[in-house]
């Protein structure tokens, strides 16, 4: 009886709460994050050529739906595109590749683009993906679709876990983040991800929220 119980509290929490949850604590954040937001907007315009929201590929979002990621641009123009088109970073996305989709020393990145994304600064924009619904405050990676494609290759093991992680919305900050962020492989991370799926409840959510202001103040295993 008591399975059934805490089985429904934690669907009512999935389905209901933590939606009405996002919506006040984006707006919230929001209002709190405009000067850090305004700062961001007049640091990025004075370091280098270019909008102030990047250009970035689609994500896989809930269910495999793709989906336009907000975040302040922390690189050189069409960087994502130069990187596997431009025949100058065919190494570096080698390398990219190989490095569970993160590179250690990017040459891309603009030097406002090194203290934003060291504090994750460039990620309060998904707070609009937010209220759009098609991210969470709290939830696995979002990942892009060539990466899921090549790291379930070279992790085949991870297919299902992938399969789990898909079935909830991505969150801007989740169990991943605060456990190591991009000092871990694809394989634990996924791990780690599908975990939270299994286990997600409001006192998980509100402990991974308190603990993310640390990891963004830090830059505790930023890259």
């Not at 934690?10 to 933590?18: F, L, Q, S």
């Not at 640091?43 to 102030?52: F, N, Q, T, Y």
């Not at 989740?174 to 492989?185: H, K, M, P, T, Y």
Request: net charge positive.
């Amino acid at each position: 009886m008591s399975k059934v119980f805490f089985a429904f509290q934690g669907n009512i929490y999935r389905h209901y709460v933590k939606r009405i949850i996002d919506i006040v604590g984006a707006f919230i954040l929001l209002v709190l994050f405009l000067p850090v937001n305004l700062l961001s907007v007049i640091a990025i315009k004075l370091d280098s050529e270019g909008p102030v929201v990047a250009d970035v590929p689609e994500r896989v979002g809930e269910k495999g739906k793709k989906f336009k990621m907000f975040k302040f641009r922390s690189m050189v123009v069409n960087a994502h595109h130069l990187l596997r088109t431009d025949p100058k970073f065919q190494h570096l996305y080698e390398e990219y590749k190989k490095g569970s989709y993160k590179l250690r020393k990017d040459p891309r990145i603009t030097n406002v683009g090194k203290f934003i994304r060291k504090h994750s600064i460039d990620e309060i924009p998904q707070l609009l993906n937010v209220l759009k619904g098609d991210m969470s405050l709290v939830g696995p990676r979002a990942y892009y679709p060539d990466e899921l494609a090549n790291q379930q290759k070279k992790f085949p093991q991870t297919k299902k876990l992938v399969s789990k992680v898909l079935s909830v919305k991505p969150g801007i900050t989740g169990l991943w983040q605060v456990s190591g962020r991009s000092e871990i492989n694809f394989d634990k991370r996924i791990a780690i991800d599908a975990l939270y799926v299994d286990t997600v409840s409001l006192w998980l959510d509100i402990k991974i929220i308190l603990k993310t202001p640390f990891v963004m103040l830090s830059g505790q295993g930023a890259i």
